[in-house]
């Protein structure tokens, strides 16, 4: 599953120590690490206004897509079954097709034999 989170050990590493998405959002972390209050305000805005944003609108899409998915699959599941009960009333509307044309052949026979019976 998707989600937005700040464990480094799940982020890529970019230089010593692993990328803080704490300092995305935190004008504290970005002063203590070493950023000036104009690169800090311009940064946090642009992340907060940018990219968390876009990540929870992916994590988002992402869990629909996967409920998606999950429905496709039980519909999936319906059709075969679908498919099997459809092969099934073929096999036996032809049986009944049958069945009728004997059950034809055998009363034009007997309307033939009552016609031809002498009184």
Known sequence: MLEVT???????VTGPTPVDLDAFVSPAQNLVNGYNIAEQTCFHKTTVSNLIPSLKAISAAYKGLSALVQTSGQLIT????????LKSL????L???GNVTGL???ATGLVGTIITAPY
Not at 6 to 12: E, G, Q
């Open 6 to 12: 700040n464990s480094p050990a799940l982020l890529p």
């Open 104 to 106: 034809v052949t055998t």
């Open 90 to 93: 073929v096999t036996s509307t």
């Open 78 to 85: 319906v059709a075969v079954r679908l498919v099997g009960d």
């Open 95 to 97: 049986t009944l097709l």
